[in-house]
């Protein structure tokens, strides 16, 4: 009998648990308001999710795999929680870009002479390019990271390299939340 007949027994096989987003060894896991209540609110989700799959009629080692990734998800959420080191945005100096800073840079030499872009320094669980909130320890954040407005500095954007003018910092009030 061919082979493509046959049920693949995988239960043995240990299941692909997806990362967190990396934190280098050594360093804090620094946090905004917003993004300790993101994560908490990410943990709620996952222990609901996980309640629901044990009262579920899947099979018995369906349950068991999907709880197992449950499982790890959760360990890494509580770790990634426990080792936050909540940074109130409004407590940073309001001349320098320091974490949880709204930057806004004017590029200053060619084709995008002019352009401004704006960036908001967060933790790594909370950064999105998209929305551009970039995490602390990526190198256009530690460039940036104790600038002063008229600042002009180089990035690597990319491939090319610009030279951009820091034209404002500003700090978000932190959102109040029911979970602190």
Known sequence: MSRAFVKEDDSGQAPIIPPRAALPAGVPNYVT???????RTELAALETKHTQIETSALEDSER???LTIL????????????????????????????FGATVTL???????????????????????????????????????????IGQILLLQMGPSQE??????????????????
């Not at 308001?33 to 994560?39: D, E, H, I, N, S």
């Not at 990634?80 to 870009?97: F, N, T, Y």
């Open 106 to 148: 004017r590029t200053r030499n060619g084709k995008q002479a002019g352009t401004e872009r704006q960036f908001t320094i967060v933790g790594v669980d909370e950064a999105s390019v998209p929305e551009g909130k970039i995490a602390f320890i990526a190198p256009i954040a530690r460039t940036l990271t104790g600038v002063t």
């Open 64 to 66: 068991t795999r999907q």
């Open 71 to 98: 499982n790890a998800q959760l360990n890494a959420l509580t770790s990634r929680i426990a080792s936050a080191k909540l940074i109130d945005p409004g407590s940073q100096p309001s001349d320098q870009v320091r």
């Open 33 to 39: 308001p917003q993004g300790l209540a993101m994560l």
């Open 163 to 180: 030279e951009v003018e820091v034209i404002d910092i500003s700090y978000a009030s932190p959102e109040k939340s029911t979970n602190e």
